[in-house]
């Protein structure tokens, strides 16, 4: 005798169960495994994890899961801790080799073949990929903003923004509120500046990386906007706190190393050369190809171009670059790109969202 059919509800519910089960059993692999190693003898690996979720705000919760809030708190606290190294900028920049075959010197323009009077590189370091901009006439550099910031609205994508404002290029700029990484870039925090107006001031106190009318890129730990009026800032942004990278003052250049700050992640940076020469930096992270820079990594990474002045901005899913057309202009496959890439988005932006609306870029206007 034949048995009867079962059901198509009842198969749908135990597949369903068992997905359940399964992803319970996950769950739990996933928990016992990150609190052994939390918890586990190796105090660097668990500074290192700590401070890798403190990075993004969708996760800045996780390690309260696993350790006491004072821990966390006093790993934090210590991983700011920064040791000023004075530095030759000469020794990370190798000299141009301008040599002939019989001796003599012949003149070199390190810009012959740039285009769009930028030059465009990838980097791969030990953990990360990195996109590198640099930019020859500092003049083009520029904050620009995504609203007047009165009227509610979200932010803007950084690929909207740039076809608004006409930019060639852009990187994302300052910080805004992101409770739970869900936050809509419609206001910034602390001081922000934009082609020679204060935009934004909510007194809140935090890194200031700014460019004045001199097109200097300027870098402090904290800002009020009568100093920077008096030092005559045009454009400039806010970024939480010790975030000064490499900066020279009295003739001498200072990189503030945070050794104890082993976090990786996606980070945005700018520094600028002693000829004026903008470096825009931006890295990918949290995949297994690039987890993420340190920002000892990104200091190093400045420096091998000369950077005298420098600092870190947003990062983490809020880290991107722009470049108009860029695929076309260094021939790289458009079919190897994803949909975001080809409409001029440089770093890989992470599966399954969209990428961020942000309150503030620093753009590049085109030639």
């Known amino acids: ?11 749908i519910k135990r597949v369903l169960w068992v997905l359940l089960v399964l992803f319970i059993y996950v769950l739990v692999a996933a928990y016992t495994l990150l609190h052994t190693v939390v918890n586990g003898p190796s105090e660097t690996v668990r500074n290192t994890l ?3 979720a403190k990075q993004a ?5 996780v390690p309260g899961l696993f350790l ?17 190294e004075e530095v030759d900028v000469d020794d990370f920049t190798p000299p141009i080799d301008n040599s002939t075959d019989d001796g003599t010197k012949k003149p070199v323009d390190p810009w012959a073949d740039a285009i769009d009077g930028m030059k465009y590189a990838v980097v791969n370091g030990a953990t990360y990929k990195a996109y590198v901009l640099l930019v020859h006439d500092p003049s083009r550099l520029y904050v620009s903003t995504s609203s007047d910031y009165k009227s509610g609205k979200g932010g803007m994508r950084i690929y909207d923004a740039a076809v608004r404002d006409g930019a060639i290029a852009a990187i994302n700029g300052g910080e805004f509120a992101d409770v739970n990484g869900v936050g809509d870039g419609s206001k910034p925090i602390g001081l922000t500046y934009s082609n020679g107006e204060c935009v934004w001031n909510d007194g809140s106190i935090r890194t ?4 004045d009318n001199n097109h200097r890129l300027f870098v402090a730990n904290s800002m009020t906007k009568g100093e920077a009026d008096s030092i005559g800032i045009r454009d400039g942004v806010s970024f939480q706190f010790n975030n000064v990278l490499i900066k020279e003052e009295d003739g001498k250049v200072s990189a503030y190393r945070a050794d104890e700050n082993r976090g990786v992640s996606q980070r945005t940076a700018i520094g600028q050369t002693r000829d004026g020469t903008f470096i825009l930096v931006v890295t990918d992270g949290r995949t297994a190809s690039s987890i993420g820079a340190t920002p000892n990594d990104i ?3 400045m420096l091998s171009y ?5 600092g870190m901005l947003d990062g983490g899913s809020s880290a991107m670059m722009y470049y108009q057309d860029y695929f076309n202009k260094y ?10 890439q080809q409409i001029g988005l440089i770093n890989k932006y992470k599966a399954f969202t969209t990428p961020r609306t942000l309150p503030t870029f620093f753009m590049v206007r085109p030639e």
């Open 1 to 11: 005798m034949n048995k009867p059919k079962m059901k198509t509800s009842k198969i």
């Open 50 to 52: 700590v401070l890798s």
């Open 57 to 61: 705000s969708a996760t800045k919760w």
């Open 68 to 84: 006491d809030k004072d821990l966390v708190n006093k790993i934090v606290d210590h991983s700011q801790e920064q040791v000023a």
């Open 208 to 211: 200031f990386i700014g460019i």
């Open 299 to 301: 200091i190093d990474l």
């Open 306 to 310: 000369g950077a005298v002045n420098a």
């Open 331 to 340: 021939n790289i496959d458009k079919d190897t790109l994803d949909k975001y």
